[in-house]
């Protein structure tokens, strides 16, 4: 602003200014915050109507679920829907809300999202209507397989909402609760032999078989975590469940390595491609050519064609063209910067294209946009059926409390205070023997005593005030 101004004194105001500004600004946007969210994707239904949404509020008019998806969304799902992970631990938000990511993999093994659920709370009732609005939105039938983790009121849900879709839970989120539930001497002895027996177990026979040795050792012999483990195995261990196709997940966060080499291994039936035990066989048998049946069109770059049209009808990527509008804003960006490059070089081809600039704007102007889109980046519109709808409540989610601390890391804990008036360790400021020894009359006596220090307050209204203070504590001075 100072550069663009001329300098400092004709700009007009101090950073102090702005800041107030900034201040009075979110006063005005306080409270309107699920508001201006349906607001926002009203306006987004408005450019593009195949951008799907849905919202419900309760008794007080606040916000306590949300769902949306747009239109290359729904048109991810349609080609790579088969799999999805579901997963709600991602929560950092004003109001705590359970963000509820559906997300897949697509044919070139990255992540994609289909759509996304702002939730109040981890019930099974808010569970069913996000998996309801899910289905509702997308343009094909319920997926083969959905991962989660191990909450019940999820796994509720999906029994309700998705009768025929495998349910897997998530083989990270119980490898890593190993350690929590397992006595630390025993875990760190046999944690590797048995995620060994859980990895690499050909069978579901040898699976019992190694595991019931394995529980013949007396620490895990009562242990009620792994007995209930042992009794969903059917819903995570890979020898039951690498039979049904998973485009390679396993995990509900995507980050577990997959082990490339498995003993009857199921890579085409878990991954959808031929594995190496394929390739041999079929090379022995001077098969030159791999069959069409084992190569999955979803892993191919044609991923996206040869689909019924029932699928992906009206879901194309941009409804007013072919381009998307940050496609069509990246283009016409580079062929504007391309120009502007050229004329930039003398004088006369800076006018000519300031002249043609003008014109141009003028002649833009004057073409109607399609779907009668406002020529604003945003305009404020207000639902017919919406009334004043209320930020939603701050919500304390499942397993947000804070860990329990063992006594000893207590008072390591404790050791490691130290206090701002004396500088010592093993105590804080609030039980600082020298806390209240020294009285302003001292601090006053002292002959390097200097009250030129100056310091900025905010006040009750959010302006700053200056006021000289000083403090002298533990042998040195603070300003």
């Known amino acids: ?282 090379r022995k048998k001077q098969v030159l050519l791999l069959p069409d049946k084992y190569i999955l069109q979803r892993w191919t770059k044609n991923a996206k064609l040869g689909y019924p049209d029932d699928l992906t009808a009206g879901l194309s990527t941009d409804d007013s063209s072919s381009m998307s509008l940050m496609a069509r804003h990246g283009l016409l960006s580079h062929k504007a910067s391309l120009i502007v490059d050229d004329a930039a070089l003398t004088d006369e081809r800076s006018e000519f294209l300031i002249g043609e600039f003008e014109s141009l704007y003028l002649r833009v102007k004057e073409i109607a946009a399609p779907g009668n889109i406002s020529s604003t980046r945003y305009k404020s519109i207000t639902r017919p059926d919406s009334v004043n709808i209320q930020d939603p409540s701050v919500v304390r989610a499942k397993g947000c409390g804070k860990r329990l601390k063992s006594g000893k890391e207590k008072s390591i804990s404790k050791q490691n205070r130290q206090s701002r008036i004396c500088g010592q360790h093993g105590h804080d400021k609030r039980t600082c023997p020298q806390r209240n020894e020294m009285s302003n009359t001292e601090v006053e006596q002292r002959p390097d005593a200097q009250d030129d220090g100056t310091q900025f307050y905010g006040g009750d209204d959010g302006t700053f005030t200056s006021q000289a203070s000083s403090h002298y504590a533990g042998g040195n001075w603070f300003f």
């Open 1 to 282: 602003m100072e550069i663009d101004s001329g300098g400092p004194s004709s700009v007009g105001c101090v950073e102090r200014d702005i800041r107030n500004h900034e201040r009075n600004i979110r006063d005005e946007m306080r409270g309107h915050d699920a508001d201006t969210l349906i607001e926002y994707f009203t306006f987004e239904k408005e450019k593009s109507p195949n951008f799907y949404f849905d919202y419900e509020i309760d008794s007080d008019n606040k916000l306590v679920h949300c769902f949306w998806a747009d239109s290359e969304s729904r048109r991810s799902y349609a080609y790579f829907g088969d799999a999805v992970v579901f997963d709600t631990t991602y929560n950092t938000n004003k109001y705590s809300m359970i963000f509820a990511p559906f997300v897949g993999v697509n044919h070139f093994g990255q992540t994609t999202l289909f759509a996304c659920g702002l939730l109040s709370d981890e019930s099974t009732e808010s569970f069913v209507w996000l998996f309801l609005k899910f289905l509702e939105a997308m343009p094909r039938q319920a997926p083969q397989i959905i991962i989660t983790d191990q909450d019940t009121a999820i796994a509720k849900a999906i029994s309700m909402v998705l009768q025929y879709t495998f349910h897997r839970f998530c083989i990270w989120h119980i490898l890593n609760k190993f350690s929590e539930k397992i006595n630390v001497m025993v875990y760190n002895d046999e944690y590797h032999m048995l995620v060994n027996i859980i990895k690499n177990s050909e069978s579901p026979d040898k699976f019992e078989s190694r595991w019931a040795a394995v529980m013949e050792n007396e620490a895990f012999a009562n242990n009620e975590w792994l007995c209930n483990m042992f009794a969903i195995r059917s819903r995570w261990v890979p020898a039951y469940v690498n039979h049904i196709f998973s485009a390679g997940m396993s995990s509900s966060q995507r980050s577990e390595s997959n082990h490339s080499f498995f003993k009857s291994c199921r890579t085409f039936e878990f991954n959808g491609y031929p594995c190496r035990h394929m390739i041999s066989y079929l």
